[in-house]
T-cell receptor, first 110, second 116 residues
Framework: KQEVTQIPAALSVPEGENLVLNCSFT??????LQWFRQDPGKGLTSLLL?????REQTSGRLNASLDKSSGRSTLYIAASQPGDSATYLC?????????FGTGTSLTVIP | GAGVSQSPSNKVTEKGKDVELRCDPI?????LYWYRQSLGQGLEFLIY????????KSGLPSDRFSAERTGGSVSTLTIQRTQQEDSAVYLC??????????????FGDGTRLSIL
């Protein structure tokens, strides 16, 4: 069964810093990998989706990379802002399923 | 409304009762997804529908769980003979037609289910 791990579990940074969140998965046979953010008491917001044939995707201050062979993805957030504070989840799709990591709780301090 | 709507937002019920959770997807979205989020288990994928069809039901935790979708729109997740371990937030999402589950999903705010 696919296992997805996210490190660190929690992260606190001062506003303006660049930061990297990590996601690793055990089975490289995936169709795609997605990054989501979740605000307290809310559902998830899709941030970036990387197809298995791609190596990275960018949206604004966010950049996600995918290395299927090593089972790793990173989410890079540039010039962090207090509004970026949330829990960030990665999910991989091997077939008709999603497997989620346990998330990284990010706090950006003004 | 323009987003995914879930009802009820909160449900408290006694162990052994049946519960039905409802999800209204975004108009025009053909794919619909159900997830469960609990403290001890993180976010767990349950099932997804492409139109009215669910290609893979193996994510449902037990045979007490069932889901259906009719008319390619509203979906209901039914839990029979609820147990305390069913307590969780149940999230629903929808997306445009998803081949290989490769479309961005739009989530509702969830139903918080508490089993006494």
């Amino acid at each position: 069964k696919q296992e997805v791990t996210q490190i660190p579990a929690a992260l606190s940074v001062p506003e303006g810093e660049n930061l990297v969140l990590n996601c690793s998965f055990t089975d490289s046979a995936i169709y795609n990998l997605q990054w989501f953010r979740q605000d307290p008491g809310k559902g998830l917001t899709s941030l970036l989706l990387i197809q298995s044939s791609q190596r990275e995707q960018t949206s604004g201050r966010l950049n996600a990379s995918l290395d299927k062979s090593s089972g790793r993805s990173t989410l890079y957030i540039a010039a962090s802002q207090p509004g970026d504070s949330a829990t960030y989840l990665c999910a991989v799709t091997p077939s008709n399923q999603f497997y989620f990591g346990t998330g990284t709780s990010l706090t950006v301090i003004p | 409304g323009a987003g995914v709507s879930q009802s009820p937002s909160n449900k408290v019920t006694e162990k052994g009762k049946d519960v039905e959770l409802r999800c209204d997807p975004i108009s025009g979205h053909t794919a619909l997804y159900w997830y469960r989020q609990s403290l001890g288990q993180g976010l767990e994928f349950l099932i997804y529908f492409q139109g009215n069809s669910a290609p893979d039901k193996s994510g449902l935790p037990s045979d007490r769980f069932s889901a259906e979708r009719t008319g390619g729109s509203v979906s209901t997740l039914t839990i029979q003979r609820t147990q305390q371990e069913d307590s969780a937030v149940y999230l629903c999402a929808s997306s445009r037609m998803a081949t290989g589950l490769n479309q961005p999903q739009h989530f509702g705010d969830g139903t918080r289910l508490s089993i006494l």
